[in-house]
């Protein structure tokens, strides 16, 4: 327990220090994740709405795929990613291996299909109540889409959020494809984890209040503006 | 001089539907003209929800042919409110607006709202009013489709008595405008206060139509007069 509050104080003393270090962490973390939640939302709403209103073979193996990869392992993820980026890999001759940008490309390929998986559920759901409505009014297949991600864009919400708990949590695909490197591609987790390594717990598991603070922070403006969304446009 | 398009009469020839091996409508024909509202009545079950569907064009008979005067049948040209309507999740108005083209929706629909007497609710979300609300609204985002055919399926089924006078009423006023309604029901007196012709369905067969005055003073069937009397059809 006295580790615990130690922690808890520490947390509170790194936030309150503005100690650059810490901000430069943060802005990393912040940076890979969102921009990985967000090129998995544009690709896995339009994918899941597909999946969702398409009838074509393959479909029910499709969507048994993209639940399955709900669980993608990020060590074996980020691995692959490792591999196919390295120096003697396919996509070596970019040479993003060790970079921000590689963490970005390792978490959409772990958001991704929470974000298609989950976003198809919603939409299916929603569109054998709506179907029949729609076509009557005249609504062609574009149209019903869009009419479908607008409807369900409160629970859509909850799918992008699921998707940035997924992506701010974790740990296992970016150190090994960022490396870990100090100033350049560390992050919260990486931090915690490195930290947790050399045996400063306390640093760690202050680290990791701070995380907290800012998925609790995220999560409470997207609470905020759901509940405004709701009240001006009616759902 | 070329004859101006229109969905009537609307013309079934031996129809027939069938789902997953149940046969729910059985060699239909039947012809609706303009003029006064056409009454589909008949117990649950007997086939009228389905009927409506395919003379609004969301069902494909299995059998026979459907005729809308001489275009084809289309969503486009008539619309159906549903028994149970669907709200989508944004405002009164906005749910009225999305089935008009173009760039005045937004105003047309206010006018419509104006009357079904809602235009109080227009920002409500419209999944929050109440069922007789949603109709009314259900009524207003059926007659922007400007149709030449109006159906309505049952739209008073759960309704109280003040509801489904508003409903009626506004029934009443989209017929004045030209518009042929098509209503089904199993609501005598609503029948009685709206029809001008009956055609009475049961177990997925036609088995009459005549103007409302014969229907209700000399059925033809047993099974018309059955139901007239308030027996239980099975």
């Known amino acids: ?177 960022g490396g870990n490197i100090d100033g350049f591609t560390r992050t919260m987790t990486t931090a915690i984890a490195l930290e947790t390594s050399k045996g400063d717990l306390a640093l760690a598991l202050g680290l990791g209040f701070v995380l907290l603070m800012i998925v609790v922070l995220v999560n409470g403006a997207a609470w905020i503006a759901r509940r405004a969304g709701e009240r001006l446009a009616g759902a | 001089m070329r004859a101006p398009t229109t969905s009537l009469p609307l013309v079934l020839d031996r129809v027939g539907f069938s789902a997953g091996g149940v046969e729910i409508l059985h060699d239909l024909s039947l012809r609706i003209e303009p003029g006064a509202p056409t009454i589909i009545l008949g117990p649950n079950g007997a086939g009228k929800s389905v009927l409506l569907r395919l003379c609004h064009g969301l069902l494909s008979p299995s059998g026979g042919s459907i005729r809308a005067g001489n275009v084809a049948v289309s969503t486009e040209r008539t619309a159906l409110v549903f028994q149970r309507p669907v709200m989508l999740r944004r405002s009164v108005l906005a749910n009225v607006a999305y089935g008009i083209v173009g760039k005045h929706a937004r105003g047309r629909a206010s006018a419509l709202l104006e009357r079904v007497g809602l235009s109080h609710l227009a920002r409500r979300p419209a999944r929050k009013l109440s069922g007789g609300e949603q109709q009314r609204v259900a009524l207003a985002r059926a007659w922007g489709r400007n149709p030449e055919i109006l159906f309505l399926d049952e739209p008073t089924a759960s309704l109280d008595p003040a509801a489904t006078r508003a409903v009626e009423d506004i029934v009443g006023e989209i017929a004045a405008q030209g518009v042929k309604i098509v209503m089904a029901t199993h609501d005598l007196g609503q029948a009685r206060r709206l029809a001008g012709d009956v055609a009475f369905l049961h177990k997925g067969r036609l088995l009459e139509h005549t103007p409302a005055a014969t229907f209700f003073d000399a059925p033809r069937t047993p099974q018309a007069a059955a139901f007239l009397r308030g027996e239980l059809l099975t």
């Open chain 1, 1 to 177: 327990m006295h580790d615990l509050s130690h922690a808890f104080s520490l947390a509170l003393q790194l936030a309150a220090s503005g100690d650059p270090g810490l901000w430069q962490i943060v802005g990393l973390s912040l940076q890979v994740t969102l921009s990985a939640v967000a090129i998995s939302t544009l690709l896995g709403l339009p994918v899941g709405a597909l999946l969702a209103l398409g009838r074509f073979p393959g479909r029910n193996a499709l969507i048994v795929i993209f639940n399955a990869a709900m669980g993608l392992p990020p060590v074996v993820v980020g691995l692959v990613v490792y591999l196919l980026l390295s120096r003697s890999g396919p996509l070596g001759e970019f040479g993003i291996l060790f970079t921000p940008k590689a963490m970005v490309i390792a978490q959409s390929i772990l958001v991704f299909p929470i974000v298609t998986a989950l976003s198809r559920q919603v939409i299916e759901d929603l569109w054998a109540e709506y179907s029949e409505q729609l076509r009557s009014l005249g609504s062609n297949a574009a149209k019903s889409i869009g009419t479908l991600l607008w409807d369900g864009r409160f629970s859509l919400v909850t799918v992008v959020l699921a998707g940035f708990g997924r992506a701010a949590a974790e740990v296992g695909a970016i150190i090994i494809v």
